[in-house]
């Protein structure tokens, strides 16, 4: 339930009178607004350092001989200690946050029947597989390699910036549009429980689901 919804229940059992109620959630919900974006901005403000006290820490650690903590690839408004390795993971989330851009990996999804055969559309794949599928381009095992198949992580990734260029180019004209079966994409073969459904089933699927992933092909 939505704080709109929550705080119109609590009227109603009070007020019994719908138009008084919208008024008054009017006037509240642009208060309610701006005192959770205050309090979300303080927050995130008192996660980050300023220079001076980063400097300090960093001094106090070099006195304290505990070099191993001090890391000078670390941004300035990062807190001590930011060791090689979370740095390294840090910067590997910040490049798979960009493969999740809507439209880019999609799957088969099944539209109507025509003349005895099943026609498909390609969809946006459900978030859960977009997760399972981020996981496995940058997976070094076995599994990853059998999702890739012959593709390395180089031909996904100039896919990917194929299709950032074509979702700029759209943004810079107003009005035009790509259609989504001409811009490149990412097209998912899916296997759930040993059967392959890609374009078979309209099931929506979860991160929990038995499920096998591969590229089927990078569309253009």
Not at 39 to 66: D, P
Not at 81 to 94: A, D, H, K, V, Y
Not at 193 to 220: A, P
Request: hydrophobic fraction near 35%.
């Amino acid at each position: 339930m939505s704080w709109s919804e929550e705080v119109a229940f609590i009227f109603l059992q009070i007020l019994h009178d719908p138009e008084i109620i919208r008024y008054l959630l009017s006037i509240s919900k642009p208060i309610h607004n701006n005192f959770t974006f205050e309090e979300a901005r303080l927050f995130h403000e008192s996660l980050r350092m300023t220079r001076e006290k980063r400097w300090a820490q960093t001094k106090e650690l070099s006195k304290q001989r505990k070099f191993h903590e001090m890391n000078n690839r670390v941004p300035i408004t990062c807190s001590l200690p930011f060791n090689n390795i979370e740095w390294r993971s840090s910067c590997e989330l910040l490049k798979s946050i960009r493969y999740f851009i809507p439209g880019f990996i999609r799957k088969k999804y099944p539209v109507r029947e025509s003349g005895g055969s099943l026609i498909c559309e390609d969809i946006d794949l459900e978030m859960p597989l977009k997760v399972k599928c981020v996981n496995l381009i940058f997976d070094d095992d076995s599994e990853g390699d059998d999702f890739r198949g012959y593709l390395s992580r180089a031909d996904i990734r100039e896919h990917l910036d194929d299709f950032e260029i074509y979702e700029d180019w759209d943004n810079s004209i107003e009005g035009e549009e790509t259609p989504p079966h001409e811009s490149p994409y990412l097209l998912i073969e899916i296997w759930c429980d040993g059967v392959c459904r890609s374009g078979y089933s309209k099931r929506i699927f979860n991160f929990k689901d038995n499920t096998e992933l591969y590229i089927h092909e990078l569309k253009n």
